[in-house]
């Protein structure tokens, strides 16, 4: 099934170069940027991870510039996703098709409430993949969880949306999902949030619970709560023919594997946020420690600057665990097997 390929943990096995240059000690291009088009949002969501939003436009000229520099130095694909909702920015058609133009990969993380039949039908040209923060399977769910600030950006609108795109996409080779995060409020909903997914038509239905560690919070749903109802809604996709994709980083067991370890795969993405400042990582956005330098002549010079070579003596030691939600955990694992000097039974299969 193309969705499971699609979120194979052995794609970095298309970017094996990076990953031996990376436990070899050497730098390297990302693989991936995230970047913002602006810091703001239509939806007030009570559990945003994102510090804090502001009226940050990144201009048009800016943006493709950036996106031919990412090209031409070896970046492979672009994730446009917050800060603020991507679909906002008043040019978001022609940086979409300027992606295509230079030959980036583009996918989208959206709560889709902004799209119109223009942007939903370039999406559909130029986008690999476009996931959509729903949370909620009813408007009233929605209105209490996302907290829209007009019924404009509501839930209807949203699933008006969704099902314009994938009517309309036919043949096309892009991924669509609808993402769900879950607290005790909602957790015994993703079942009906897999029946959603399947009425839909998209692609798969992705459940987590809410990253309460990206706001230094302890978590309101336990694992065990968590797991049994996953566990169930998982099961329906099988019954239904759709993908259920359930988070498997944010176990306690992980982190304190993690803890233990240090972070090496930071290198393999990067974050661009509105205020054109560069960041690790999407948990570490406007974090002033673990900035890389605001972009001002080209995003090479951060990127070969004395102050992220700082920054990141303090994310490979995990200064930085506290704000992780552990995404490259599996990463690390691979990348501290290559550094091993010594790999007993190597050559056995």
Not at 93 to 101: G, V
Not at 157 to 174: A, G
Request: hydrophobic share 35%; charged share 30%; with cysteine.
């Amino acid at each position: 099934m193309k969705t499971l390929d699609a979120f194979s943990p052995y794609k970095y096995i298309n970017h094996l170069d990076r990953f031996i240059d990376l436990a070899e000690g050497k730098d390297i291009i990302p693989v991936m940027v995230e970047l913002d088009l602006v810091n703001f949002c239509n939806h007030n969501c009570i559990w945003c991870s994102d510090p804090f939003h502001s009226p940050i436009t990144v201009e048009e000229d800016f943006v493709k510039k950036l996106l031919q520099e990412f090209k031409d130095i070896g970046v492979k694909s672009v994730l446009f996703k917050g800060g603020g909702e991507p679909l906002l920015h008043p040019k978001i058609t022609n940086i979409l098709k300027f992606c295509k133009e230079v030959g980036l990969k583009v996918a989208i993380i959206s709560n889709f409430s902004a799209a119109n039949k223009q942007i939903i039908d370039t999406i559909i040209e130029t986008c690999e993949g476009v996931r959509i923060s729903l949370d909620a399977v009813n408007k009233e769910d929605h209105d209490r969880i996302r907290r829209p600030k007009t019924d404009k950006f509501g839930f209807n609108r949203i699933i008006e949306n969704i099902s314009y795109l994938i009517k309309n996409r036919k043949d096309k080779d892009i991924l669509v999902g609808i993402n769900f995060c879950f607290d005790h409020g909602n957790v015994k909903k993703s079942s009906e949030a897999v029946e959603l997914g399947k009425k839909l038509g998209v692609d798969y239905v992705g459940l987590r619970r809410v990253l309460f560690e990206e706001r230094l919070l302890k978590s309101k749903i336990s694992t065990e709560d968590k797991e049994d109802d996953f566990i169930s809604a998982r099961q329906l996709g099988e019954k239904l023919n759709i993908s259920v994709l359930v988070d498997s980083f944010h176990g306690q067991e992980i982190k304190q594997k993690l803890a233990a370890s240090s972070c090496f795969a930071s290198p393999l993405s990067a974050v661009v946020c509105a205020n054109k400042h560069v960041y690790p990582c999407c948990a570490l956005r406007y974090q002033d420690k673990f900035d890389f330098g605001e972009i001002k002549e080209s995003f090479l010079e951060v990127w070969n600057g004395n102050q992220r070579k700082e920054v990141l003596k303090q994310v490979s030691t995990l200064k930085c665990a506290k704000l992780c939600g552990y995404r490259y955990n599996y990463y690390n694992e691979i990348i501290r097997y290559l550094k091993l000097s010594h790999k007993p039974h190597s050559d056995f299969v």
